[in-house]
């Protein structure tokens, strides 16, 4: 075989690339394992022993800090809360953008394309823009620190994002394939229920996944509609760091455990996410 040094140039770049990036990840995925002493010793620590000393006082709610008092965290709850709030959220904005999306996707009327871009830039509108009348209105009516509220909030994160993208999966989708199944004797809603949705599931499964990305990584909303009762893990985090100490390893390691759900996810949709990549490539 003959030796190219550009071919293993390249290859180099590659591997110091992919370093670059996932070094900051593997490095607090180390941290997690470590003790507060082995991560503020001047020099990084190479070798160490192992511990799951964080891992554990985070599932208790409890932990000691070398040389301060015991730290007491509710992470396991803010864990549920957001596994609440963000399936909770993805649930409701499928239960209205799928059909949505179909909708402005396949009919088009009078003012559609406005109403469209107004849902679409409820997306791009800066959160705190919204997030004082909402605290007022949520007062008021008595739906101030409830997993409903934050829920019905959080459409104004996932909705515009789910039906801009599910709706170019529908316009890829030609329609002659529903007429033909409706020549049968089908309704619109079985041509829509057992022909459209399967065609468009790997653009559904996409857009849910980041909308659940974006549902689970909202900080604003749940630090100022919520109480700690309902607050997720972006906002109960921030109980980690007092005014007596700054527990690295215990926050290290609740950015692993935060971040698996996500990642346990996207590879479990993986198949659909590549099967999104190739639709409407080939077209007849």
């Not at 088009?108 to 705190?128: C, H, M, Q, V, Y």
């Not at 509220?149 to 909705?159: E, G, K, N």
């Not at 893990?233 to 007092?242: C, E, N, R, S």
Request: aromatic share 18%; charged share 10%; glycine share 6%.
């Amino acid at each position: 075989m003959k030796f190219n040094i550009w071919s293993l140039l390249k290859i180099l770049a590659y591997i110091a690339i992919i370093m670059f990036f996932l070094f900051p990840i593997a490095w607090i995925f180390n941290m997690s394992f470590m003790t507060n002493d082995e991560i503020l010793r001047k020099v990084p620590v190479l070798f160490y022993e192992p511990t799951l000393k964080n891992y554990i006082g985070l599932w208790k709610g409890e932990i000691a800090i070398e040389g301060f008092a015991t730290m007491y965290v509710f992470f396991k709850q803010n864990l549920i809360n957001s596994a609440i709030l963000s399936v909770g959220s993805v649930s409701v904005t499928l239960l209205l953008g799928v059909p949505a999306a179909y909708a402005f996707a396949r009919y088009k009327f009078k003012g559609g394309e406005d109403i469209a871009f107004t849902l679409l830039s409820f997306r791009f509108a800066p959160a705190l823009l919204i997030i004082l009348p909402l605290n007022l209105y949520f007062s008021k009516i008595g739906l101030y620190d409830s997993y409903f509220a934050l829920i019905w909030v959080y459409q104004l994160i996932t909705l515009p994002l789910l039906l801009w993208i599910v709706r170019g999966y529908f316009e890829d989708i030609s329609p002659d394939i529903e007429y033909a199944y409706r020549l049968d004797g089908h309704s619109w809603f079985q041509s829509f229920w057992r022909i459209s949705i399967p065609l468009a599931k790997p653009g559904i499964a996409a857009a849910s996944l980041l909308c659940f990305i974006y549902a689970w990584n909202n900080f604003v909303f749940a630090l100022i509609l919520g109480s700690s009762q309902i607050q997720p893990v972006t906002v109960g985090a921030l109980a980690f760091i007092t005014a007596s100490a700054i527990p690295y390893g215990l926050i290290a390691c609740g950015i692993v455990v935060s971040v698996l759900p996500t990642l346990i996810l996207a590879l479990f949709i993986q198949k659909y996410l590549v099967q999104g990549l190739s639709l409407g490539a080939i077209k007849g």
